[in-house]
Nanobody
Framework: QVQLVESGGALVQTGGSLRLSCAAS????????MGWYRQAPGNQRELVAR???????AYADSAKDRFTISLDNAMNTGYLQMNSLKPEDTAVYYC?????????????????WGQGTQVTVSS
């Protein structure tokens, strides 16, 4: 079993910065890819940033030039650095990862979601 745990959410003022972390635990062989999503009240969950393969990244237009996604494979931890935060960035942020983990049958890959971390940006 694999668990993803996000942390780093907080209340910050407009223009502030936060770094979110997503720590994966369990019998992990490797993290194949990871992404960050967010969901504001009354809205659907939306992509913020993700790895697209080969180390490339993709960002939502709203996150470009302000947010940076990274992954420390040695620590099985992903990060989302968020700068120049705006009130419209207020949401619960979730990490999503495709993880190859050990099982009774060798290894297998599966996608997991974390429980989310609240980011609130005050104006």
């Amino acid at each position: 079993q694999v668990q993803l745990v996000e942390s780093g959410g907080a209340l910050v003022q407009t223009g502030g910065s936060l770094r979110l972390s997503c720590a994966a635990s369990g019998r992990i062989r490797s993290i194949n890819t990871m992404g960050w999503y967010r969901q504001a009240p009354g809205n659907q969950r939306e992509l913020v940033a993700r790895f697209t393969g080969g180390g490339s990244t993709a960002y939502a237009d709203s996150a470009k030039d302000r947010f940076t996604i990274s992954l420390d494979n040695a620590m099985n931890t992903g990060y989302l650095q968020m700068n120049s935060l705006k009130p419209e960035d207020t949401a619960v942020y979730y990490c999503n990862a495709d993880v190859r983990h050990y099982s009774a049958f060798g290894t297998q890959s599966r996608t997991y979601w974390g429980q989310g971390t609240q980011v609130t940006v005050s104006s």
